[in-house]
C-alpha cells in the first residue's frame, strides 16, 4: 500500500512537473512569437536605389529595423513626384524628398513634415565644362543654362548671378528635360543646372566631358538640406514610436556605411534596380562625396537646424518660388 502510494505521488510529481515545463515552453513560444510580429512601414525613394539610399539597405540587412520591431517595406516611385503625394494622401507612410519642396508643398496646404535631414547639403549643383570661360556666377551673362523647367532651379541661378554682381536678365535659360548629360555631351548648353555632383557630374567626367562645379551656397542661396524623410502630418502625430524606432535603425544604418563604405555599397548593388542598373565605380565615388554631407558632425544622423529651416523658407519666398508665408517651425520635427 505505501509502496503504490509512493509510486502515485512520485507519477503525480512528473505529471506535474511536465506540465509545468510545458507551459514554459508554452510561454517562450508565446513570448517569441511577439517578438516577430513586425510593424509593416512602406518607404518611398526619391529615386532609384542608388549611393545616398545605402544606408536604409544596410539596416534592412543588418536586421536594425527588425530589432527596432519594423518590417520596411523599400519602394521606387514611378515619377519622382510621386513620394511627397503618396505620403500627404497616406499611401505610403514616409518618403525622401528635398528640404525645397517640403515647404513649397506646405505652401500649397499639403500637410507634409520633414523628420530628418538625410544629405546636409546642396547635390544640385551649377555645373560648367572644366575648360569653359565661366568662372563665376557672372560670368553667365549672355550664357545658356540647361535645365529640367523646375522653378527652383530658375531661382537658384537667379540668385547665384546676382549674389555674384552680375545681371541676371542676360541669361538664357533652356528647358533639356532630363536629359542633361546629353545637353552637355553635345553643347547645346554653356552651363547645367539640376544635375547632381554625385551623379550626373561624375558620368560627365567619365564619358569624357570634365566638368567644374559652383555651388549655390558660396552665392547666395541658404546651404539647405538636399534630402530629406518626410512623413504626414497626421502619422507623425498619431505614430511618433514608430518614427522614432525608424530613425533608430537608421542611424546605425549610416554608422555601419560610414565604418564599413565598401560592404555598405556591396549590400546597395544587391537592390539595385534592373531598369536602372548602377556601376560600381561611379557609386563607390558618389558614396564618397555624400558621406560627409550626410555628417551631422555633434549631432546625431537626422538632426534639423531650426536656423536652416527658417532661412530656406525665407529665400524661398524672397524669390517667389512660394507666395504664401510659411512657418517653418511647422513644416520639420526631430526625434
Same mark, same amino acid.
Given at each position: 500500500?505505501?509502496?503504490?502510494?509512493?509510486?502515485?505521488?512520485? /507519477?503525480?510529481?512528473?505529471? #506535474?512537473?511536465?506540465?509545468? =515545463?510545458?507551459?514554459?515552453?508554452?510561454?517562450?513560444?508565446?513570448?517569441?512569437?511577439?517578438?516577430?510580429?513586425?510593424?509593416?512601414?512602406?518607404?518611398?525613394?526619391?529615386?532609384?536605389?542608388?549611393?545616398?539610399?545605402?544606408?536604409?539597405?544596410? %539596416?534592412?540587412?543588418?536586421?536594425?529595423?527588425?530589432?527596432?520591431?519594423?518590417?520596411?517595406?523599400?519602394?521606387?516611385?514611378?515619377?519622382?513626384? $510621386?513620394?511627397?503625394?503618396?505620403? %500627404?494622401?497616406?499611401?505610403?507612410?514616409?518618403?525622401?524628398?528635398?528640404? !525645397?519642396?517640403?515647404?513649397?508643398?506646405?505652401?500649397? $496646404?499639403?500637410?507634409?513634415?520633414?523628420?530628418? %535631414?538625410?544629405?546636409?547639403?546642396? #547635390?544640385?549643383?551649377?555645373?560648367?565644362?572644366?575648360?569653359?570661360?565661366?568662372?563665376?556666377?557672372? $560670368?553667365?551673362?549672355?550664357?545658356?543654362?540647361?535645365?529640367?523647367?523646375?522653378?527652383?532651379?530658375?531661382?537658384?541661378?537667379?540668385?547665384?548671378?546676382?549674389?555674384?554682381?552680375?545681371?541676371?536678365?542676360?541669361?538664357?535659360?533652356?528647358?533639356?528635360?532630363?536629359?542633361?548629360? !546629353?545637353?552637355?555631351?553635345?553643347?547645346?548648353?554653356?552651363?547645367?543646372?539640376?544635375?547632381?555632383?554625385?551623379?550626373?557630374?561624375?558620368?560627365? $567626367?567619365?564619358?569624357?566631358?570634365?566638368?567644374?562645379?559652383?555651388?549655390?551656397?558660396?552665392?547666395?542661396?541658404?546651404?539647405?538640406? +538636399? #534630402?530629406?524623410?518626410? &512623413?504626414?502630418?497626421?502619422?507623425?502625430? %498619431?505614430?511618433?514610436?514608430?518614427? =522614432?524606432?525608424?530613425?533608430?535603425?537608421?542611424?546605425?544604418?549610416?554608422?555601419?556605411?560610414?565604418?564599413?563604405?565598401?560592404?555598405? /555599397?556591396?549590400?546597395?548593388?544587391?537592390?539595385?534596380?534592373? @531598369? @536602372?542598373? /548602377?556601376?560600381?565605380?561611379?557609386?563607390?565615388?558618389? /558614396?564618397?562625396?555624400? #558621406?560627409?554631407?550626410?555628417?551631422?558632425?555633434?549631432?546625431?544622423? &537626422?538632426?534639423?537646424?531650426?536656423?536652416?529651416? @527658417?532661412?530656406?523658407?525665407?529665400?524661398?519666398?524672397?524669390?517667389?518660388?512660394?507666395? @504664401?508665408?510659411?512657418?517653418? +517651425?511647422?513644416?520639420?520635427?526631430?526625434?
Amino acid at each position: 500500500m505505501k509502496k503504490s502510494a509512493i509510486i502515485m505521488i512520485s /507519477l503525480l510529481l512528473f505529471i #506535474l512537473s511536465a506540465c509545468g =515545463k510545458n507551459d514554459q515552453s508554452a510561454t517562450k513560444k508565446s513570448t517569441s512569437g511577439n517578438d516577430q510580429k513586425l510593424e509593416k512601414v512602406s518607404l518611398m525613394l526619391d529615386w532609384y536605389p542608388n549611393a545616398v539610399h545605402s544606408f536604409l539597405y544596410a %539596416a534592412e540587412e543588418k536586421g536594425y529595423f527588425k530589432e527596432q520591431g519594423l518590417d520596411v517595406d523599400i519602394q521606387m516611385p514611378a515619377d519622382t513626384n $510621386d513620394p511627397l503625394k503618396l505620403v %500627404a494622401a497616406n499611401q505610403v507612410d514616409m518618403a525622401l524628398s528635398y528640404q !525645397p519642396q517640403v515647404l513649397v508643398a506646405r505652401g500649397e $496646404d499639403i500637410p507634409v513634415k520633414s523628420f530628418a %535631414a538625410i544629405v546636409r547639403h546642396p #547635390l544640385n549643383q551649377l555645373m560648367v565644362p572644366a575648360d569653359s570661360p565661366i568662372k563665376s556666377p557672372k $560670368d553667365l551673362a549672355g550664357k545658356t543654362i540647361g535645365y529640367p523647367s523646375i522653378p527652383l532651379d530658375e531661382a537658384i541661378v537667379q540668385s547665384m548671378v546676382k549674389a555674384d554682381g552680375g545681371d541676371a536678365s542676360k541669361i538664357k535659360m533652356v528647358d533639356v528635360g532630363w536629359d542633361l548629360i !546629353p545637353a552637355m555631351a553635345t553643347k547645346k548648353t554653356n552651363a547645367l543646372i539640376g544635375g547632381y555632383i554625385n551623379h550626373e557630374k561624375l558620368l560627365l $567626367d567619365k564619358e569624357g566631358h570634365p566638368m567644374r562645379t559652383l555651388n549655390p551656397a558660396d552665392y547666395g542661396v541658404p546651404d539647405y538640406y +538636399e #534630402l530629406v524623410l518626410v &512623413g504626414s502630418e497626421k502619422e507623425l502625430k %498619431a505614430k511618433p514610436e514608430v518614427f =522614432k524606432k525608424f530613425m533608430t535603425a537608421v542611424r546605425e544604418g549610416q554608422k555601419y556605411v560610414q565604418d564599413h563604405p565598401e560592404d555598405g /555599397l556591396s549590400i546597395l548593388l544587391k537592390h539595385e534596380d534592373k @531598369s @536602372s542598373p /548602377l556601376e560600381k565605380d561611379i557609386e563607390t565615388k558618389s /558614396l564618397n562625396i555624400l #558621406l560627409p554631407l550626410m555628417d551631422a558632425k555633434d549631432k546625431s544622423f &537626422g538632426y534639423q537646424d531650426p536656423q536652416t529651416w @527658417s532661412q530656406v523658407a525665407q529665400w524661398l519666398k524672397d524669390n517667389k518660388v512660394i507666395k @504664401s508665408n510659411v512657418k517653418a +517651425e511647422d513644416a520639420f520635427i526631430n526625434f
